[in-house]
């Protein structure tokens, strides 16, 4: 197997050889799998195909695995591409000693490689290289190897004004500044001191002068430190944030008892790294001491600036990486929630003054009929908003009504409660759904493309009707990013962020699978083996020469190769078409399994599709051969159980108290059913119908200890929540599902900054996630935040 990295360099076998041995082991999997895996991928297939598909070959890795896989293995590829390339500099240097060859070879994470690069990187020119050319280099090397040298005596010899060494007091800051760089340019000093920053540092933060009115969003983080190993990602997205807008000013530093030592554990520890414990007696020579300033000019002067950036950056892209995990599984869980399946919905698509945009639709989504009614402010059209939803029903035999959660949502929804009241022959349903993302899709091209003649915000309640249909279908419209499931989402890596989410975007497609003959292009652009081009040639196809009469025919559509057919063929179903398994998961490939499975039992797949009682007296291991192993068998066999089976739950929808309409409308103590829409490491946001999402905070989810609010509540589950306090003035709700829990969260004037639950002005932040029932400091106006982003 020939590996190359992304820029099409070619990988020799050693390198090749290393990736394959540090994915096995950092992803607990076996040499064998991991290669297989790395093949499969470098052929152009996807991970859904992989992980369904080719289970045999890879030893059943699954898609989690797989895409870690597919993360990492990018990294190693452009970490083997840098080490050749360090390697070839220094040899071209006459540099490349067998020790430091060894060194680099052995290396395992680029950070260490560019350490032990450091003191052959070309640079500029330095101040330690202008001191070199003025001769200085011996005069650092005889204080360095001479105990008994006086460094004032020694660097009179040296003064060369021509050079510019202009007295002696230039030449020890000349030889000062190359045993300097020659210090901070160590590899194990690097790594010895990096470690013990990140194991013992602590960020202090403090508020920019004359910025503490214009970052009163910030008041939290004034006075503020904490360690660096235990910072949570959103605290440090938000300090970030406040540097980023010259409120905050951030440092990285020791507990503060230990910053007043003498000397600076810091400085002691280059000491001790370089051979020069002893500098730091009490009864020491003018050398020792000359020494003992040119450990601390490195640390202050080169080391601590370095290290500063470069934690600062470790935790800005492990805050990224949460941030972005946490928003990934938000979005599968949005992506994948039950659907409500082939009914007729009305979409409501709330507003006031602007009136309510009504869109009814079909089983299949087919847009039927459209029309705005102004039963609000400041027409107040109540009759005749009623008599027009009841026509539009009554014609097109709808089922459904969804109401989006935006503005006057809940307004909207006693607009469908009347409705169905007054007309119960009617047997309508209402329920309630997350616009999250409709306004994106309304002005979008492919929206306009959709819709041309339609206005922009009818378009809306098309979207909102459509999502109750089906979540999936619809969601797959709009950028991942707009639908707002995240934390502090634009500040991270918006490549990394925008590859996670079309990964799970992907996956959701392919594990739930997708009718040829009803997707739309941006639901068969995220099938396995299909990009936008095919999409539109089978749509293209399809509106041309009608449904699909099996997946045969897909061979028929231009462009649609052998490749594609491979990787896409299993996802893609064609219900009521010429052969029943082209509406299951059983992939084109391994129909003569299923051929000799039906011969065995002497009868047709039509008798058995459906029929778990049909397969009783014979098992998978019976038909095994060199190509279907075991697991591909199994899958066959269940699929033939119950074929083209949906991974999603069961659709069922939270009931709104009547009665509680604004956040006037609560009080302390209230039982309320909401529904969670967003789900962050400090809790959740739950819908209560009130306008404003409240927080549950992640110590209020349950009586046991959470480390991981997902382990509790996921986007989109039903919950039974508590009101524990309500802030008017700041628009803030705080609740429980300790639903037996009385306790109030701490309020400013209780001795402590807001919702913080520590002494005002700072101090140390450990532990605040736990028992504490309200949001940590700059948290609790997310909630805001987060309700502004939905609507």
Same mark, same amino acid.
Request: hydrophobic share 40%; aromatic share 6%; with cysteine.
């Given at each position: 197997m020939a590996m190359v990295t992304d820029r099409g360099e070619a990988l020799?076998?050693? &390198?090749?050889?290393? =990736?394959?041995?540090?994915?096995?082991?950092?992803? %607990?999997?076996?040499?064998?799998?991991?290669?297989?895996?790395?093949?499969?991928?470098?052929?152009?297939?996807?991970?859904?195909?992989? &992980?369904?598909?080719?289970?045999?070959?890879?030893?059943?890795?699954?898609?989690?695995?797989?895409?870690?896989?597919?993360?990492?293995?990018?990294?190693?590829?452009?970490?083997?591409?840098?080490?050749?390339? $360090?390697?070839?500099?220094?040899?071209?240097?006459?540099?490349?000693?067998?020790?430091?060859?060894?060194?680099?070879?052995?290396?395992?994470?680029?950070?260490?490689?560019?350490?032990?690069?450091a003191p052959y990187k070309p640079k500029r020119r330095t101040r330690a290289q202008i001191a070199r050319e003025a001769g200085l280099e011996p005069l650092a090397d005889a204080i360095l190897a001479d105990p008994a040298i006086d460094p004032q005596t020694a660097a009179a010899t040296y003064v060369n004004a021509e050079a510019g060494v202009a007295d002696a007091k230039a030449a020890l800051d000349g030889a000062r500044d190359i045993l300097t760089e020659r210090f901070s340019e160590n590899a194990e000093v690097l790594e010895n001191l990096r470690g013990y920053l990140w194991s013992t540092g602590l960020v202090y933060s403090k508020v920019?002068?004359?910025?503490?009115?214009?970052?009163?969003?910030?008041?939290?983080?004034?006075?503020?430190?904490?360690?660096?190993?235990?910072?949570?990602?959103?605290? /440090?997205?938000?300090?970030?944030?406040?540097?980023?807008?010259?409120?905050?000013?951030?440092?990285?530093?020791?507990?503060?008892?230990?910053?007043?030592?003498?000397?600076?554990?810091?400085?002691?520890?280059?000491?001790?790294?370089?051979?020069?414990?002893?500098?730091?007696?009490?009864?020491?020579?003018?050398?020792?001491?000359?020494?003992?300033?040119?450990?601390?000019?490195?640390?202050?002067?080169? @080391?601590?600036?370095?290290?500063?950036?470069?934690?600062? &950056?470790?935790?800005?892209?492990?805050?990224?990486?949460?941030? $972005?995990?946490?928003? &990934?599984?938000?979005?599968?869980?949005?992506?994948?929630?039950?659907?409500? %399946?082939?009914?007729? /919905?009305?979409?409501?698509?709330?507003? =006031?003054?602007?009136?309510?945009?009504?869109?009814?639709?079909?089983?299949?989504?087919? @847009?039927?009929?459209?029309?705005t009614v102004y039963p609000h402010e400041p027409r107040r059209d109540w009759d005749g908003s009623i008599e027009t939803l009841a026509r539009i029903a009554r014609r097109h035999q709808i089922e459904l009504i969804a109401i989006g959660n935006g503005t006057a949502s809940r307004e909207t929804e006693k607009l469908a409660a009347d409705l169905m009241k007054r007309y119960p022959d009617l047997n309508l349903t209402r329920i309630v759904v997350s616009e999250a993302g409709a306004s994106v899709y309304s002005a979008s091209e492919l929206a306009a493309t959709e819709f041309p003649e339609l206005d922009v915000s009818l378009r809306g309640a098309v979207s909102i009707a459509r999502r109750l249909q089906d979540p999936l279908a619809e969601l797959v419209k709009i950028d991942p990013k707009s639908i707002g499931v995240g934390q502090y989402q634009h500040d991270v890596n918006q490549r990394e962020l925008a590859r996670m989410l079309d990964s799970v975007v992907e996956d959701c497609v392919n594990a739930v699978g997708v009718d040829v003959n009803t997707a739309s292009v941006p639901l068969l652009t995220r099938v396995s083996g299909l990009n936008a081009a095919l999409a539109k040639n089978i749509v293209s196809w399809r509106d041309q020469n009608g449904a699909f009469p099996s997946r045969a025919k897909l061979m028929d559509v231009p462009r649609f190769g052998d490749k594609a057919f491979e990787q896409a063929a299993g996802f893609l179903r064609v219900a009521d078409g010429d052969n029943p398994l082209d509406c299951s998961s059983v992939h084109p490939e391994a129909y003569p399994v299923v051929e000799r499975i039906l011969a065995r039992?002497?009868?047709? $797949?039509?008798?058995?599709?459906?029929?778990?009682?049909?397969?009783?007296?014979?098992?998978?291991?019976?038909?095994?051969?060199?190509?279907?192993? @075991?697991?591909?068998?199994?899958?066959?066999?269940?699929?033939?159980?119950?074929?083209?089976?949906?991974?999603?739950?069961?659709?069922?929808?939270?009931?709104?108290?009547?009665?509680?309409?604004?956040?006037?409308?609560?009080?302390?103590?209230? $039982?309320?059913?909401?529904?969670?829409?967003?789900?962050?490491?400090?809790?959740?946001?739950?819908? =209560?119908?009130?306008?404003?999402?409240?927080?549950?905070? =992640?110590?209020?989810?349950?009586?046991?200890? /959470?480390?991981?609010?997902?382990? /509790?509540?996921?986007?989109?589950?039903t919950v039974k929540v508590k009101v524990q306090e309500v802030d008017l003035q700041r628009q803030r709700i705080a609740l429980t599902m300790r639903l037996n829990d009385d306790s109030v969260p701490a309020r400013r004037g209780d001795g402590g900054s807001a919702g913080t639950g520590r002494p005002a002005g700072g101090g140390r932040g450990r532990g605040r996630d736990r028992g504490m029932s309200s949001p940590p400091p700059g948290e609790s106006a997310m909630a805001a935040a987060f309700a502004k982003l939905k609507r």
């Open positions: 020799d076998t050693q &390198a090749q050889s290393r =990736i394959i041995a540090q994915l096995a082991e950092e992803l %607990g999997a076996r040499p064998a799998q991991v290669s297989a895996a790395v093949e499969l991928l470098d052929d152009g297939a996807t991970v859904p195909f992989i &992980a369904r598909y080719r289970k045999e070959v890879t030893g059943g890795l699954d898609d989690t695995v797989l895409r870690n896989l597919e993360v990492r293995l990018e990294y190693l590829r452009d970490m083997e591409s840098r080490r050749a390339a $360090i390697l070839a500099s220094i040899d071209q240097q006459g540099k490349l000693t067998p020790e430091l060859k060894d060194a680099l070879t052995a290396a395992d994470t680029k950070q260490r490689l560019e350490d032990l690069y920019a002068e004359g910025k503490e009115a214009e970052g009163a969003n910030f008041r939290d983080w004034f006075d503020f430190n904490e360690p660096l190993r235990t910072l949570p990602s959103h605290r /440090v997205l938000a300090m970030l944030r406040g540097r980023q807008q010259g409120v905050l000013e951030l440092r990285l530093g020791l507990e503060p008892e230990l910053e007043e030592q003498l000397p600076h554990p810091c400085v002691a520890r280059v000491a001790k790294l370089v051979g020069l414990d002893g500098v730091f007696g009490l009864d020491v020579s003018p050398r020792q001491k000359w020494l003992g300033e040119v450990c601390r000019w490195t640390w202050r002067v080169k @080391l601590l600036p370095s290290f500063e950036t470069e934690n600062l &950056a470790r935790l800005r892209e492990e805050a990224e990486t949460e941030a $972005i995990r946490v928003f &990934a599984l938000n979005l599968k869980d949005l992506l994948l929630a039950a659907p409500a %399946g082939p009914k007729a /919905v009305l979409g409501l698509d709330p507003g =006031i003054r602007t009136g309510v945009k009504v869109a009814a639709i079909d089983r299949t989504g087919k @847009l039927l009929d459209t029309a039992l002497q009868t047709e $797949i039509r008798e058995v599709i459906g029929n778990r009682a049909a397969l009783k007296g014979v098992s998978p291991a019976q038909f095994t051969d060199e190509r279907f192993g @075991l697991p591909t068998v199994q899958d066959i066999f269940s699929e033939l159980e119950k074929p083209g089976r949906d991974p999603r739950p069961e659709f069922k929808t939270a009931t709104f108290q009547d009665g509680v309409e604004t956040l006037n409308d609560l009080r302390q103590g209230m $039982i309320l059913e909401g529904v969670v829409t967003n789900v962050a490491n400090f809790g959740a946001f739950v819908d =209560i119908g009130v306008h404003q999402d409240g927080l549950v905070h =992640i110590s209020a989810l349950s009586e046991k200890f /959470v480390k991981d609010p997902r382990d /509790v509540v996921r986007v989109g589950q």
